[in-house]
C-alpha cells in the first residue's frame, strides 16, 4: 500500500540472545533453516504493498547490510523509495526502545521528504504472517491516532500511526518527555485515541536463546509450519545458488527440515539443517539446529545443541543439552573430542 512507509527498528540488543548475537544483530539472527529474523517483517511489508522501507540499526550491522544488500530479493532496489539504512551507533542505550525518536531525528529527512500518509513502525524479531493493510484499514476506519498491534493481548511493538504525528511526536519530545513511539502508547494520561490490533495467526518474539530454540523446533509441526508459510504471502530472503541435498544410502532422516547444498550421511532426527552442512557418518543429531556451513563428524552424538554458522565438530564427539536449556557452540569454532565436557 503506497499510503504506508515502512520502519524497523533494529537497535535493539538482548542479553539474553547474547551467545547468538555475538557477532551479528539480533536483526540478522539466522532462523527457519535459510531466513533470518528481519526476513519476517520485511516481507510482510513487502507483501502489504509497503514501498519504502527503512531499517534503523545499531549494532553489529555488517551482517545484516550484507544479508539484505539492495533489498532485490524483496523488490525494494527502486528508483524511488526502497531500501534505506540509517545506523546510529552513538545512540545511548537509554533510548534503545522500539521507535526511538532521537534516533529518528538524526535521519529526519528520511521522513520529511517521505510522501506516505501513514507510517507502520515495527521490531525486527517478532516472527509472523500479518497483513498490514487489514491493520490501516481498521486504523483508518476507527479513526484512531495510533494502532497497536497484539498478540493474545501482549503488544507485538507494531504501530501505525499517521507521518505527520510521528513528526510532531519526534519535533516535541524534549516537551512531552516521551523517547519512543511505546512511551506514548503506554502513557495513560496523553489525549490521543489509541486502538488495538488483536493479530490471531502464529507468533514467536524472540528473545531469548531459550526462545529461539522452542520456536525453531516449533517449525517442525506441519500446522505451526502453515501458519507462517503462508503461499500467497511468501517469506523472502537472500538468494543462494546451490546444489540439492545429497543423501547417502546410510543417511536417516526423521522429521527434520533439511536446506540445501547439504551433505547428509548419518541419523537426523526432529532437527532444523541450515544451508550447506555436512553430517558425517554414524553420526546421530537430534533436536537440533544447525547453522549454515557446520561440519559434524564421524560417529558424534548430539541432543539439544545450537551450531552456529561455520563451526567444526570433529569426530566422536559427544555433546547433550536439554530442551530448555541448549548447549550453543559458536560461531566459527571448533568442537573436538578432548574438548568434550
Known sequence: MKMMLGV??????????????????????PFAGRYRLIDFVLSNMVNSGIESVAIFPKYQYRSLMDHLGSGKNWDLNRKRDG???????????????IGAF?????????????????????????????DYRLVLERHIANQCDITEVRHHGRSLEMFILETSLLLDLIANRVQTGYNSIGDVVRDPFHSL????????????VIDSVESYFFHSLQLLQPDIWKQLFIPSRPIYTKVKDEPP??????????NSMIANGCVIEGHVENCIVF????????????NSVIMQKTQIGERCELE?????????????????????????????????????Q
Open 83 to 97: 531500501l534505506f539504512f540509517f545506523p546510529s551507533p552513538d545512540l545511548p542505550l537509554s533510548s534503545s526502545q
Open 102 to 130: 532521537q534516533h529518528f531525528e538524526q535521519h529526519i529527512d528520511y521522513f520529511l521528504r517521505s510522501k506516505q500518509k501513514y507510517a507502520l513502525i515495527c521490531n525486527s524479531y517478532t516472527v509472523c504472517n500479518i
Open 245 to 254: 541435498t545429497q543423501y547417502t544410502a546410510d543417511a536417516v532422516v526423521k
Open 8 to 29: 524497523i527498528d533494529a537497535t535493539t540488543y538482548m542479553e539474553p540472545l547474547r551467545e547468538l548475537a555475538a557477532h551479528r544483530s539480533v536483526a540478522a539472527v
Open 304 to 340: 539439544y545443541v545450537i551450531i552456529d554458522k561455520d563451526a567444526k565438530v570433529e569426530n566422536d564427539v559427544k555433546i547433550a543439552g536439554t530442551e530448555h536449556r541448549p548447549f550453543i557452540i559458536r560461531k566459527g569454532t571448533v568442537q573436538g573430542a578432548l574438548m568434550n
Open 193 to 204: 485515541t489509541v486502538c488495538h490490533y488483536e493479530h490471531d495467526g502464529y507468533v514467536a
Open 275 to 286: 544451508r550447506g552442512v555436512k553430517i558425517g557418518k554414524g553420526a546421530v543429531v537430534k
